[in-house]
């Protein structure tokens, strides 16, 4: 019996071992790469080794940086997200004493906490740091029993990006806080998007871009769903917005999506965007796009709502617009993603994993590193965003970002976050589309939308 256990633990070893994403070593570190250039000295192998799994590539140059600066060699192992939670379960259940360090998003994390993924924190000393990082993500990184399990590098809060040229056209002023007041709530965007289209342009490139901002209640209440009038509200929003074509119709993370940031972009049918009409393929190629939507009208588009990490996604999009946006709150507090950090509750080597992440977390050396290079990436640690408060982002005209981002994250309040979110919110969202494009009443799809969760989920009870 324990040769059979013994070959299926192997086995199960050998297909994760295939199957993963993207392999990085850093036992051969290059005194060139940015990642470790800026450093002195690099410190002797010691002997020690510590094994990452990750879903974030972020941590490949936090490992390479803790080798260069400890003699520590790091093994890390970027996996796919879709693949990750049962990558990580699977060597668990085999009794894999490696990975030393695993992380997880904020959606994944209760339910690796549940089957003990994560190793306890608290056992290592982490409530001496209670109250260094941003509140919300230390809460996000306990368990039910307010045990810490995770610590992120980062803070992820949403806001609004704009252009600031369009905004002086069409509104006579740029200033964030005015800006914002064209957001204000959900009735207020619809008429901010019709005074957009009006004057030319289009308030997004999709009809996504306020989902950050809809999390209002939580979804599970006392075992009840609570499928709250804010939630309502937003599907009402989405759908006018919709079918009053006032979005680019272009699906987030589209070619087209992405184009908007930089300029102009074709103005699609809703038939493009929900795949009816195939003629255009939204996710082709920049030239290939091109040619698919010569002729078609073109607008500029206004806005995004992402959280603070789309700071780099538009750094990297906009090219020519540049220095020419900027931000601003949106109707509610929200956030979404971040990469939390904690060490395998069958890691032989806790101590020294413990170190690594108190290296990535709450180092401000570390911190300070990171933000430059990064280039713009918002850190967890108070101290260090205190210290950067007035630092100005060229891309966004001179605004001091991270002062914003560390006053929208202290408006996020986590307790609304449920284990269920992710696959109720996938439900609620196919119910907004399928009334957007006409295949259901809204009671219909309200109607179909109690039913998945009741299949999903018999425990929770449902007032229809």
């Known amino acids: 019996m324990k040769t ?19 392999f990085a070593l850093a036992d ?13 000295s690099i410190a002797e192998p010691n002997g020690d080794k510590l094994v990452v799994w990750t879903l974030a590539e972020d941590l490949v140059d936090f490992g390479k940086r803790y080798q260069a600066t400890t003699g520590t060699e790091m093994e890390v192992v970027v996996i796919a997200p879709e693949d990750y939670p049962t990558k990580v379960q699977t060597a668990l259940v085999g009794g894999e004493t490696e990975p030393d360090i695993i992380v997880g998003e904020p959606q994944m994390l209760g339910d690796m906490f549940s089957y003990g993924a994560f190793a306890d924190l608290d056992a290592l000393g982490a409530q001496d740091y209670a109250g260094q990082i941003v509140d919300y993500v230390w809460e996000v990184g306990k368990d039910d029993s307010g045990v810490q399990r995770a610590i992120s590098y980062q803070i992820t809060p949403a806001g609004i990006y704009y252009r600031r040229d369009i905004a002086e056209k069409v509104f006579g002023t740029s200033d964030p806080e005015e800006v914002g007041k064209y957001f204000a709530d959900y009735p207020t965007i619809l008429e901010t998007a019709q005074t957009l289209k009006d004057a030319g342009y289009r308030i997004f490139s999709s009809d996504s871009e306020i989902n950050f901002f809809s999390g209002l209640e939580p979804w599970v209440v006392d075992g009840k769903l609570n499928l709250a009038q804010a939630r309502l509200d937003y599907m009402d929003l989405v759908v006018a917005l919709y079918q009053g074509d006032l979005t680019a119709y272009a699906n987030q993370w589209s070619t087209p999506w992405y184009q908007a940031m930089s300029g ?6 809703a038939d493009i965007q929900n795949y009816a009409d195939d003629s255009v393929n939204v996710w082709a190629s920049e030239d290939e796009f091109a040619e698919a939507t010569e002729g078609l009208q073109q607008a500029e588009v206004f806005a995004f709502g992402l959280p603070s990490w789309g700071v780099l996604t538009l750094r990297d999009n906009v090219g020519e617009t540049s220095g020419l946006w900027g931000v601003c709150a949106g109707p509610e507090y929200g956030m979404s993603g971040g990469t939390f950090i904690g060490i395998s509750e069958l890691s032989e ?3 020294l994993a413990w170190d690594f992440v108190k290296f990535c977390t709450l180092n401000e050396d570390v911190a300070d590193w990171w933000i430059t290079f990064s280039e713009g ?7 260090v965003l205190e210290a950067h408060k007035d630092d100005e982002n060229p891309v966004y005209g001179g605004q001091k970002l991270y002062a914003f981002w560390q006053e929208q994250a202290e408006g996020i309040d986590y307790s609304k976050v449920t284990p269920y979110d992710k696959i109720i919110g996938d439900a609620w969202g196919a119910a907004i589309s399928a009334v957007k494009t006409g295949v259901s009443t809204k009671e219909e799809a309200i109607e179909e939308f109690y039913d998945t969760v009741a299949y999903t989920y018999p425990e929770i009870e449902i007032e229809r």
């Open 28 to 40: 051969d570190l290059d005194p060139e790469d940015p990642a470790i250039a800026d450093l002195e």
């Open 264 to 269: 102009p972009v074709p103005i699609l049918t």
């Open 377 to 383: 990436d918002t850190v967890s640690l108070k101290t």
């Open 349 to 351: 080597k806790k101590d």
């Open 4 to 22: 059979v256990k013994k070959l299926l633990s192997l086995a199960l070893a050998l297909v994760m071992v295939l199957s993963l994403g993207v």
